[in-house]
C-alpha cells in the first residue's frame, strides 16, 4: 500500500509539472498551421563542381540566409537537406513570390574600389547601418511584421548609398576570381584572419586594385549580392607593386567564428552552382488557423467519445482508465513542449492516434482481468494478473509500430517525420501511464471497500463464482 | 457466443483473395488509364496545385460564385488548358488548380491573370504547392523504402520474438490489409479522381504498425496456451486464442476508430483522405488478424503436423506477490 502512495504521489507531481511544463513552454507551431512558405531549394552540380559536397552546401547555405536576411521576415529558418538541398521556412509569408525571386540564381561576389574622398562617408554609412541592423534584431525577437518591413527597407537603402560609395574594377574582379578562402589562426593568441585566394587573371587585377589603393586609407568593397560584407584597407608597404602572387590575408580582430563566417560567405559568393527551388508549399495564415481549429475539435471529439466508451463498457477500471488517459494526454503533450517538438497537423493525427494506443494498453488489461475474475479468482489476483499477462503483449505490439515510426522517421521527410515523432512518443507514454498510472489507481480503488465488489469490474459474473469471490 | 475461425477457414480466404483481385484489377485498370496503379497526387509526379480564394471583405467581389468556365478560359490563354479545376466551398468562392509544375514566373502570372477576371483573392488564404518531378520521385522512393524496411523489421522483430512461421503470416496479413488498403484508394481514384499523397504512405505505414500490433496479441495468446497445453490441436488453441482476444480486438478497434472518424469529419480537408486509409485499413487489420493470420498459422502447423514446443522467450507463470 505504501508503494502505490508513493506511486500516486509520483503521478500527481508529474501531472503538476506537466501542466506547468505546457503552461511556460509554448509549442511551436508548422508552417501548415501558422501559415508561411516552406522552400526546398536544390543545387545543382556544375562541370565545374561535380559533386556538392558538404563544404559547398554550408558556403550555398550561408548565401541563402544573407539574401532570407535581405527579405525581412521573422523567424526565418535555413537548413541543409541531405546531400544537396537546403530548406527555407519563412513563417507567415503567404506570396512568396519575392522570395523565390531572390533566392533562386546564382550568388554575385566582386571585389570594388572605394571612390576617392569618400572615406568619411563611407565610415558614417557603416555607422548607420549597424545601427539599423541591431534594430532589426530586436525586431525579429518581437514579431512586428510591418516594423520589420520598414526597418528592411531602410537597410536596403543604406545599402544602396554604401553600395554608391565604390566602383567596379574594369573588368570587375568577381567570385569567378575567387579560388578559395578559409580561416586561419594568426600567430597572436586568440585572433584570426581569412586567407582568400585568385586564378592568375584574378591575381593581377587584385594586384591592380591593392596598388591604387594602398596606403590611400581608402577600402575594397567586398560585396555579396550589392551588400558589403568587408571593407578592408591595403598597408601602404603594397603602393608599389601591389599585393602580387593571388594570395592575401584580411586581417582584424577576428574570432574563429567571424573569420569562418567571412570565408564561408566568400565561398559562398565564389560558387558558380545554380540553385533552383524544386519544391515550395506555401499556406496562408487564415487556413492554417482553420486546420487548428478543425483538429482541436477532431482531438477533442474523438478524446471524449473515447472517454465515454471506457466508462459505458468497463464500469471502475473505464473511470480508471479515462484519469490515466487524461494523465496520458498530459505527460505526453508536455513531453512535445520539452523536447521541442514542432507541432504540424499530421502531428497531431499522430498524437490523436497515439491516445488509440493507449487506450488499447488499458483494454488488454482490463480484459485479462475479466478473464482471470471469470475464472474464478480473487478480485486481487485477478488485477494483479491482468497487469502482469498482459505486459507481453503490449510491449510487444508497441514495438512493432514503434519500428514502423522509426522507418517513417529516418526515411521521411519533414510532415512524415512530425508524425512518426508525435506517434512514437505518444506509445512510448502510453506504456508508462498504462503500467503506471492505471496499475496504481487499480490498486487503491480495489482497496476501498466501496469499490470492493466484483461487479464492479465485470458485469454478469456467474452468481457461484461472485459468491466465491465475495468470500 | 464461440467463434469457429478453423472451420470456415477457406470461406476468410476466399474473402480476402477477392478482396485483393478487386483492387488487383483496379489498380490495372487504373495503370491503362492513367499510368499508374494509384491515382498520384503532384507530391510523387510534380507540377503545382493553387488554391485561392476571394477576398470577401472588399464590396462586391463575392457577389456572384466562381464561375468555372472563366477560369477554364484564362488557363487555356496562359497556354494551361490541359489543368484540372476545382471550385470550392459551399458559396463557390474558391478555386483550386492543378497544372503541370510552374515557375515563380509563371505562377505569378496566371494568379495576376485569375485575379483580373474573377475578382481579388485573399493572400491569407491561398495555399500554394510546387514539386518538381524530381523531388516527387525522390518523396515516392523514400516512402516505399521505409514501407519495405519496416517490413523487414517487423519480421526479425516477431522472429525473435515468436517463431519464423509467425512472422512469414504476420506479414502476409499485413500484405493483405496494404493491398486492400490501396485497393479501395485505386478504385477511389477511378470513380471519384481521389488522389494519394506522402500523407497516404504514412498511413500504410501507421497501418503495418497497427495491423501487426492486432496479430501479435492474438500470437501472444497462441503462444500462452501453447506453453500450458502443448498437446491440444493447433485449430483449437487458435480458436481459443481468438476467442479470448476478441473483445480485446473490437474494443481497441472501436475506440481507435471513434478518434479516426473525428479526425474524418472535424480534422479538415488535408487529413481527409489520411483518415479514411487509416480507417480502411485498421478494419481489414482486425479482420485480417482475426480471420487470416491466425487460419493460415493453424493451416501451415497442422499440415506439417508439428507439436511445435514454442520458445519460451517470454515467461508466463503466475504474478509474483505484490506487498
Redesign the interface.
Known amino acids: 500500500m505504501q508503494?502505490q502512495r508513493s506511486l500516486l504521489a509520483l503521478i500527481v507531481v508529474l501531472a503538476i509539472a506537466a501542466i506547468v511544463a505546457i503552461a511556460r513552454i509554448p509549442i511551436p507551431l508548422g508552417l501548415?498551421l501558422q501559415?508561411g512558405?516552406q522552400l526546398?531549394i536544390?543545387v545543382q552540380p556544375t562541370a565545374e563542381i561535380p559533386q556538392i559536397t558538404d563544404r559547398e552546401l554550408e558556403a550555398v547555405q550561408r548565401v541563402i540566409e544573407n539574401r532570407i536576411n535581405g527579405l525581412g521576415v521573422s523567424e526565418p529558418v535555413v537548413q541543409t537537406v541531405g546531400q544537396d538541398q537546403i530548406l527555407v521556412q519563412l513563417p507567415g509569408v503567404?506570396?512568396?513570390?519575392q522570395a523565390?525571386?531572390v533566392l533562386?540564381g546564382t550568388a554575385q561576389l566582386e571585389f570594388r574600389t572605394q571612390r576617392p574622398g569618400t572615406e568619411a562617408q563611407l565610415f558614417a554609412e557603416q555607422q548607420v547601418r549597424l545601427g539599423l541592423l541591431a534594430k532589426q534584431q530586436e525586431l525579429r525577437a518581437t514579431n512586428n511584421t510591418t516594423e520589420i518591413q520598414q526597418n528592411q527597407e531602410a537597410i536596403e537603402r543604406s545599402n544602396a548609398a554604401i553600395a554608391q560609395l565604390f566602383e567596379s574594377t574594369n573588368p570587375p574582379l568577381t567570385g569567378r576570381n575567387l579560388e578559395d578562402a578559409y580561416g586561419q589562426p594568426t600567430q597572436a593568441p586568440n585572433n584570426w584572419e581569412v586567407g582568400i585566394r585568385f586564378d592568375s587573371p584574378g591575381a593581377e587585377l587584385f594586384a591592380q586594385l591593392t596598388r591604387d589603393l594602398a596606403g590611400t586609407g581608402r577600402s575594397i568593397g567586398i560585396f555579396l549580392d550589392n551588400e558589403l560584407i568587408s571593407a578592408p584597407t591595403v598597408g601602404p608597404q603594397f603602393a608599389q607593386t601591389g599585393i602580387t602572387g593571388g594570395s592575401a590575408v584580411i586581417t582584424g580582430r577576428f574570432t574563429a567564428q567571424e573569420a569562418n563566417d567571412l570565408a564561408i560567405q566568400l565561398r559562398g559568393g565564389a560558387l558558380p552552382v545554380p540553385v533552383?527551388?524544386?519544391?515550395?508549399?506555401?499556406?496562408?495564415?487564415?487556413?492554417g488557423r482553420?486546420?487548428i481549429q478543425?483538429?482541436i475539435?477532431?482531438?477533442i471529439?474523438?478524446?471524449i467519445?473515447?472517454l465515454i466508451?471506457?466508462v459505458v463498457?468497463y464500469r471502475v477500471p473505464g473511470i480508471i482508465a479515462d484519469l490515466s488517459l487524461c494523465v496520458y494526454a498530459l505527460l505526453t503533450w508536455a513531453s512535445f513542449a520539452l523536447l521541442g517538438v514542432t507541432l504540424t497537423?499530421?502531428g497531431i493525427?499522430g498524437f490523436?492516434?497515439s491516445?488509440?494506443m493507449a487506450?488499447?494498453a488499458n483494454?488488454?488489461i482490463f480484459?485479462r482481468t475479466?478473464?482471470e475474475l471469470r475464472a474464478g479468482k480473487s478480485l486481487y489476483r485477478s488485477v494483479?494478473?491482468g497487469?502482469?499477462?498482459a505486459f507481453?503483449?503490449i510491449l510487444?505490439?508497441?514495438?512493432?509500430?514503434?519500428?514502423?515510426?522509426?522507418?517513417?522517421f529516418?526515411?521521411?521527410?519533414g510532415?512524415?517525420r512530425g508524425?512518426?515523432l508525435t506517434?512514437a512518443l505518444g506509445i512510448a507514454v502510453s506504456m508508462f501511464t498504462a503500467i503506471t498510472c492505471s496499475r496504481t489507481l487499480m490498486?487503491i480503488a480495489i482497496s476501498l471497500p466501496s469499490l470492493r465488489k466484483p461487479e464492479l469490474y465485470c458485469p454478469n459474473l456467474p452468481t457461484v463464482r461472485r459468491a466465491e469471490v465475495a468470500r | 457466443m464461440k467463434l469457429s475461425i478453423n472451420q470456415s477457414r477457406k470461406l476468410w480466404w476466399a474473402i480476402s483473395a477477392a478482396a485483393i483481385i478487386t483492387g488487383i484489377a483496379a489498380m490495372l485498370i487504373s495503370w491503362q488509364q492513367i499510368g499508374a496503379p494509384l491515382r498520384p497526387s503532384l507530391d510523387f509526379v510534380g507540377g503545382t496545385r493553387l488554391q485561392l480564394e476571394r477576398d470577401c471583405t472588399q464590396p462586391n467581389n463575392c457577389a456572384q460564385p466562381i464561375d468555372i468556365t472563366a477560369v477554364r478560359e484564362v488557363l487555356a490563354a496562359q497556354g494551361l488548358s490541359n489543368s484540372s479545376i476545382q471550385i470550392l466551398g459551399q458559396e463557390q468562392q474558391g478555386i483550386s488548380i492543378r497544372t503541370s509544375t510552374l515557375?515563380?514566373e509563371q505562377?505569378?502570372q496566371l494568379q495576376d491573370a485569375l485575379s483580373q477576371r474573377i475578382g481579388a483573392f485573399?493572400?491569407?488564404?491561398?495555399?500554394?504547392?510546387?514539386?518538381?518531378p524530381?523531388?516527387g520521385r525522390q518523396?515516392l522512393s523514400?516512402?516505399l523504402?521505409?514501407?519495405i524496411?519496416?517490413f523487414g523489421?517487423?519480421i526479425v522483430?516477431?522472429s525473435l520474438?515468436f517463431q519464423l512461421d509467425f512472422a512469414v503470416f504476420a506479414i502476409t496479413a499485413l500484405l493483405h490489409d496494404v493491398f486492400v488498403t490501396a485497393g479501395v484508394f485505386a478504385i477511389l481514384g477511378l470513380v471519384w479522381s481521389v488522389e494519394v499523397d506522402?500523407?497516404f504512405?504514412?498511413a500504410l505505414?501507421?497501418i503495418?504498425?497497427?495491423s501487426?500490433?492486432?496479430t501479435?496479441?492474438i500470437y501472444?495468446?497462441i503462444r500462452?496456451i501453447l506453453k500450458v497445453n502443448p498437446d491440444r490441436s493447433i485449430s483449437e488453441i487458435v480458436d481459443d486464442a481468438v476467442n479470448?482476444?476478441l473483445?480485446?480486438s473490437i474494443?481497441?478497434t472501436?475506440?481507435?476508430m471513434?478518434?479516426?472518424?473525428?479526425?474524418f469529419?472535424?480534422?479538415?480537408e488535408?487529413?481527409k483522405n489520411?483518415?479514411l486509409a487509416?480507417i480502411i485499413g485498421f478494419i481489414c487489420g482486425a479482420y485480417s488478424s482475426i480471420f487470416i493470420a491466425s487460419t493460415l498459422l493453424s493451416w501451415w502447423r497442422e499440415r506439417n503436423g508439428q507439436r511445435l514446443a514454442t520458445q519460451s522467450t517470454?515467461v508466463?507463470d503466475?504474478?509474483p506477490e505484490?506487498?
Do not use: H, K
Not at chain 1, 410 to 413: C, M, N, T, Y
Open positions: 508503494r501548415d501559415g512558405s526546398t536544390q503567404s506570396n512568396p513570390e523565390e525571386r533562386g533552383e527551388i524544386v519544391e515550395n508549399r506555401t499556406v496562408g495564415a487564415t487556413l482553420d486546420s478543425r483538429s475539435y477532431a482531438g471529439g474523438g478524446l467519445l473515447v466508451f471506457m463498457y497537423l499530421p493525427a490523436i492516434l491516445i488509440g487506450v488499447d483494454v488488454l480484459e475479466r478473464e494483479e494478473s497487469f502482469y499477462r507481453s503483449s510487444d505490439s508497441n514495438v512493432t509500430t514503434w519500428i514502423a515510426c522509426a522507418a517513417l529516418w526515411l521521411g521527410a510532415l512524415v508524425f512518426a506517434l490498486f | 515557375d515563380v505562377r505569378t485573399a493572400p491569407q488564404s491561398t495555399q500554394i504547392d510546387t514539386v518538381g524530381t523531388i518523396l523514400s516512402g523504402l521505409a514501407l524496411v519496416s523489421g517487423i522483430y516477431i520474438r506522402s500523407l504512405i504514412v505505414l501507421t503495418t504498425g497497427f501487426v500490433n492486432d501479435v496479441v501472444d495468446r500462452e479470448q482476444t473483445a480485446r474494443n481497441t472501436l475506440t481507435t471513434l478518434a479516426l472518424f473525428a479526425i469529419l472535424f480534422g479538415g488535408t487529413l489520411f483518415a487509416l517470454a508466463i503466475s504474478p505484490d506487498t
